[in-house]
């Protein structure tokens, strides 16, 4: 039974913009504490995109998100969203939503227990 579900990837050009979205059962966002964005590229370990509390607060992880990339939540709708502009080549990755029971964001892929099955976002140079 999928719990997340991610859309909204593609195929975009260098400099264009891309929004994902992630939907939930009500039951997943109402035991959400955060809701969280990971990546993977091929060979290597899923990180640390961006997450949002509760209360709607983010933290990202700056050495590339670089204020290009915007994460907000809507309880009301169970859906979250990543808004992204400026993508790079190197942004070119499966983009994973994650939920946590935690109350605070935590960039440790072991604190999050219910996953999506990821979205491909390819930016072309």
């Known amino acids: 039974q999928v719990q997340l579900l991610e859309s909204g990837g593609g195929l975009v050009q260098a400099g264009g913009s891309l929004k994902l979205s992630c939907t939930a059962s009500?039951?997943?966002?109402?035991?959400?504490?955060?809701v969280a964005w990971f990546r993977q590229v091929p060979g290597k370990e899923r990180s640390f995109v961006v997450g949002?509390?509760?209360?709607?607060?983010?933290?990202y992880d700056s050495t590339f998100t670089k204020g290009r990339f915007t994460a907000s939540r809507d309880n009301t709708k169970n859906t979250a969203n990543l808004q992204m502009s400026n993508l790079e080549p190197e942004d070119t990755a499966v983009y994973y939503c994650?939920?946590?029971?935690?109350?605070?964001?935590?960039?440790?892929?072991?604190?999050?227990?219910?996953w999506g099955q990821g979205t491909q976002v390819t930016v072309s140079s």
């Open positions: 994650a939920s946590s029971r935690l109350d605070d964001v935590s960039v440790d892929i072991r604190e999050y227990d219910v």
């Open positions: 009500e039951r997943i966002f109402k035991n959400s504490g955060v």
């Open positions: 949002t509390t509760r209360r709607g607060g983010s933290i």
